[in-house]
């Protein structure tokens, strides 16, 4: 890699004199063009205004901290000679929860993590009520300051713990989608939702400044703000390419996919990357089941069922009392269930497998996974047969985004070399599980790779090198995303993955169903 994105550098600066009246920025300047070996270099004014103090307050012997791509060089700002720590802030920009990491640039090491509510959850937990809030007189100028009150918050307590002046905090790498980067901007969103969904900039030519948004920092720290594709592939897609290091491979084809609201995908190598997004995350987040949960304390994230005993084994985090299930403990479950021959491939429960765990109320069957006297509610924790049939459509919809993508490009499954997982929720699913169901294709298991949050990682790596940088840029650049929706294919490959794990079981010859040999 080369030179980092932001650094510190010292170069040699003369002292004024009547046989060398140089301007003082001039003098920066001519120093630094000697020092880095380049034609031109940015000075922001307010800093020309500052500098005839800082350079006199250090006698000419300062730092530089400059700001450095390919085709720009830019003075942030000067400090005393003996050396000054600067730090980045990247944000992993998310609709429900937002990540901070405080790095240390002089030597990149992560000092620090918070993480923390987004507050724009008071007006709405969805994006979509949060557009057309923004839509009103002040919505918008709200929602935005909302965001950035509660990041300054924390920004300012990061520094406080490690004793860090904000003056010193340099640049900021925010990845988010669209939707939520054009809030955090105070950028309408208004078109982003309705045909033909135009957002107002997919990327920026050059970074923004840290103030132009209020955000405490150096009052010229660099903003970089990851790029869209569009309204529905946003900047923290980006940053999870740019963490898993698909685009530079050479020749084995990757897959990505980000679980959330949406399931994302992204197939490619460093030669091409192609893109789709599409509504398959609520349930695989655990979100539609009865007992679903966000991963958390005392949440089941991990389901063994013994075949010939019927007994159910459960983890949970924390080793808590169990309170509910996560997506990965669900997919884990209704695994079991049908290796266990609990539910058939229809995902109907059998009962004479199920015993009296199967319990009717109003109706609708239950299958108790947790009795009251083992549970953290003190209730029993069930699972009903609508939370089954969520989950199946969950499944194949993911599963048919999956195939819809790779027959785009002409491709089989067995041609992908890497499949990464991204977010929480790719930190706890079981692969085996989630073959079992057919929500993802029956590869071999060290095909998948789980990458936990890609979009801090990816906020965060760009301060490693401008080389990362760039890459981001040209990541943007070579995608060619397809859009579902007008896909005729999708929904017949939809309704033959409605089945557990698929109607055509020669596309998953590892699975075997209860008495199967």
């Given at each position: 890699?080369?030179?980092?994105l932001?650094r510190?550098?010292r170069?040699?600066?003369?002292?004024?004199s009547?046989?060398?009246?140089?301007?003082d920025?001039?003098?920066?300047v001519k120093?630094?063009?000697?020092?880095?070996?380049?034609?031109s270099?940015?000075?922001?004014?307010?800093?020309i205004?500052?500098?005839?103090y800082?350079?006199?307050?250090?006698?000419?012997?300062?730092c530089?901290?400059i700001?450095?791509?390919?085709?720009?060089v830019?003075l942030?700002d000067v400090?005393?000679?003996e050396?000054?720590?600067?730090y980045?802030?990247?944000?992993?920009l998310?609709?429900?929860t937002?990540?901070?990491?405080?790095?240390r640039?002089?030597?990149?090491?992560?000092i620090?993590?918070?993480?923390?509510?987004n507050?724009q959850?008071?007006?709405?937990?969805?994006?979509?009520?949060?557009?057309?809030?923004?839509?009103?007189?002040?919505?918008?100028n709200?929602l935005?300051?909302?965001?950035?009150?509660?990041?300054?918050?924390?920004?300012?307590?990061?520094?406080?713990?490690?004793?860090?002046?904000?003056d010193?905090i340099?640049g900021?790498?925010?990845?988010?989608?669209t939707?939520?980067t054009?809030?955090?901007?105070?950028?309408?969103?208004?078109?982003?939702?309705r045909?033909?969904?135009?957002?107002?900039?997919?990327?920026?030519e050059?970074?923004?400044k840290a103030?132009?948004?209020g955000l405490?920092?150096?009052?010229?720290?660099?903003l970089?703000?990851?790029?869209?594709?569009g309204?529905?592939f946003?900047?923290d897609?980006?940053?999870?390419?740019?963490a898993s290091g698909m685009?530079r491979?050479?020749?084995e084809?990757?897959m990505?996919?980000?679980v959330?609201?949406?399931?994302?995908?992204?197939l490619g190598?460093?030669?091409?990357?192609?893109?789709?997004?599409?509504?398959?995350?609520?349930?695989l987040?655990?979100?539609?089941a009865?007992?679903?949960?966000?991963?958390?304390?005392?949440?089941?994230?991990?389901?063994k069922?013994?075949p010939?005993?019927l007994?159910?084994?459960?983890?949970?985090?924390?080793?808590?009392?169990p309170?509910?299930?996560?997506?990965?403990?669900?997919?884990?479950l209704?695994?079991?269930?049908?290796?266990?021959?609990m539910?058939?491939?229809?995902?109907?429960?059998?009962?004479?497998?199920?015993?009296n765990?199967?319990?009717?109320?109003?109706?609708?069957?239950?299958f108790?996974?947790?009795p009251?006297?083992?549970s953290?509610?003190?209730?029993?924790?069930t699972?009903?047969q609508?939370?089954?049939?969520s989950?199946?459509?969950?499944k194949?919809?993911?599963?048919?985004?999956l195939?819809?993508i790779?027959?785009?490009?002409?491709?089989?499954?067995?041609?992908?070399g890497?499949?990464?997982?991204?977010?929480?929720?790719?930190?706890?699913?079981n692969p085996?599980?989630?073959?079992?169901?057919?929500?993802?294709?029956?590869?071999?298991?060290?095909?998948?790779?789980?990458?936990?949050n890609?979009s801090?990682k990816?906020?965060?790596?760009?301060?490693?090198?401008?080389d990362y940088?760039?890459?981001?840029?040209?990541?943007?650049?070579?995608?060619?995303y397809?859009?579902?929706?007008v896909?005729?294919e999708?929904?017949?490959?939809?309704?033959a993955?409605?089945?557990?794990?698929?109607?055509?079981?020669?596309?998953?010859?590892?699975?075997k169903?209860y008495?199967?040999?």
């Amino acid at each position: 890699m080369t030179e980092r994105l932001i650094r510190v550098v010292r170069p040699e600066i003369n002292h004024p004199s009547l046989q060398d009246n140089t301007a003082d920025t001039d003098r920066v300047v001519k120093a630094l063009k000697k020092h880095l070996g380049v034609n031109s270099i940015d000075v922001d004014f307010s800093l020309i205004k500052e500098l005839p103090y800082k350079l006199r307050d250090n006698s000419y012997k300062i730092c530089a901290c400059i700001f450095q791509t390919n085709d720009i060089v830019e003075l942030i700002d000067v400090y005393p000679a003996e050396g000054t720590d600067i730090y980045g802030i990247a944000i992993d920009l998310g609709s429900s929860t937002i990540v901070m990491d405080l790095i240390r640039l002089n030597d990149l090491k992560n000092i620090d993590e918070v993480t923390f509510r987004n507050p724009q959850i008071e007006i709405g937990t969805d994006i979509l009520t949060r557009i057309h809030y923004a839509s009103k007189p002040e919505g918008l100028n709200k929602l935005q300051s909302m965001l950035i009150d509660e990041m300054n918050k924390y920004i300012q307590q990061l520094c406080d713990r490690h004793n860090i002046s904000t003056d010193t905090i340099v640049g900021i790498s925010v990845a988010g989608n669209t939707s939520m980067t054009h809030l955090f901007l105070g950028l309408t969103p208004q078109w982003i939702c309705r045909e033909p969904y135009i957002p107002v900039i997919n990327k920026f030519e050059r970074p923004l400044k840290a103030y132009q948004v209020g955000l405490k920092a150096n009052k010229r720290a660099m903003l970089i703000v990851f790029p869209n594709v569009g309204s529905y592939f946003g900047g923290d897609l980006i940053a999870g390419i740019l963490a898993s290091g698909m685009a530079r491979q050479n020749e084995e084809i990757c897959m990505l996919v980000d679980v959330g609201t949406n399931a994302e995908v992204v197939l490619g190598n460093g030669d091409w990357l192609i893109a789709c997004a599409g509504a398959a995350g609520p349930a695989l987040e655990g979100g539609v089941a009865n007992i679903g949960m966000m991963a958390g304390p005392g949440v089941i994230d991990r389901v063994k069922i013994d075949p010939e005993t019927l007994e159910i084994e459960y983890h949970t985090i924390d080793d808590l009392p169990p309170v509910g299930i996560c997506g990965s403990g669900l997919i884990d479950l209704v695994a079991q269930m049908f290796i266990a021959g609990m539910i058939d491939m229809r995902g109907k429960f059998v009962p004479e497998r199920c015993g009296n765990r199967l319990v009717e109320k109003d109706g609708i069957m239950y299958f108790i996974v947790v009795p009251a006297e083992e549970s953290g509610t003190g209730e029993d924790l069930t699972l009903s047969q609508p939370d089954i049939d969520s989950l199946i459509r969950s499944k194949a919809a993911m599963y048919t985004i999956l195939t819809t993508i790779i027959n785009t490009v002409n491709l089989s499954f067995n041609d992908i070399g890497k499949f990464y997982i991204a977010g929480t929720f790719g930190s706890y699913i079981n692969p085996q599980s989630a073959i079992t169901i057919g929500m993802i294709p029956d590869l071999p298991l060290d095909t998948y790779v789980a990458l936990g949050n890609t979009s801090i990682k990816g906020a965060s790596l760009i301060f490693k090198s401008k080389d990362y940088y760039e890459e981001m840029l040209k990541i943007r650049d070579m995608i060619t995303y397809i859009e579902l929706n007008v896909n005729q294919e999708f929904m017949q490959l939809f309704s033959a993955a409605k089945f557990i794990p698929h109607t055509d079981r020669s596309l998953f010859p590892s699975v075997k169903q209860y008495n199967e040999k």
